[in-house]
């Protein structure tokens, strides 16, 4: 990541933390709650583990934090049915991202 771009990313990031729709993809899930979860959901994500690969240097490209981002979303639709509390605030918050996200690159 160039430091504009590590900018971006932050900016983008530190958005979706503060959004009314992010509370449930703010830390990892908790898999003592939900039991399947970690059969059903290959590549769990949230946004303090990118903010925290994001602080580590983890990420080379902005493609690679995108990637990221969007597989919060894409478990969400695996796990949850599109009309439960987390299944629509994950719809909210993808179209949220992927707004903010063409607007700035
Ligand atoms: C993103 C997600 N996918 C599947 C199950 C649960 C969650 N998130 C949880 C986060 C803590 C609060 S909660 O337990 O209500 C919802």
């Known amino acids: 990541l160039t430091n504009k771009e590590l900018a971006l990313v932050m900016t983008v990031l530190d958005e979706l933390d503060k959004?009314?729709?992010?509370w449930p993809f703010l830390f990892p899930v908790n898999?003592?709650?939900f039991s399947t979860y970690?059969?059903?959901?290959?590549?769990?994500?949230?946004?303090?583990?990118?903010?925290?690969?994001?602080?580590?240097?983890i990420y080379k490209?902005?493609?690679?934090?995108?990637?990221?981002v969007r597989t919060i979303f894409d478990n969400c639709e695996t796990f949850n049915e599109d009309q439960s509390p987390v299944g629509k605030a994950g719809h909210?918050?993808?179209l949220y991202?992927?707004?903010r996200?063409?607007?700035l690159t």
């Open 101 to 103: 996200w063409a607007e």
């Open 92 to 94: 909210i918050l993808r």
């Open 61 to 68: 490209t902005k493609e690679s934090f995108v990637d990221d």
């Open 19 to 22: 959004h009314e729709d992010s």
């Open 31 to 33: 898999t003592k709650h």
């Open 97 to 99: 991202f992927e707004r």
């Open 38 to 57: 970690k059969r059903i959901i290959k590549n769990p994500m949230d946004l303090s583990t990118i903010r925290s690969k994001l602080e580590g240097g």
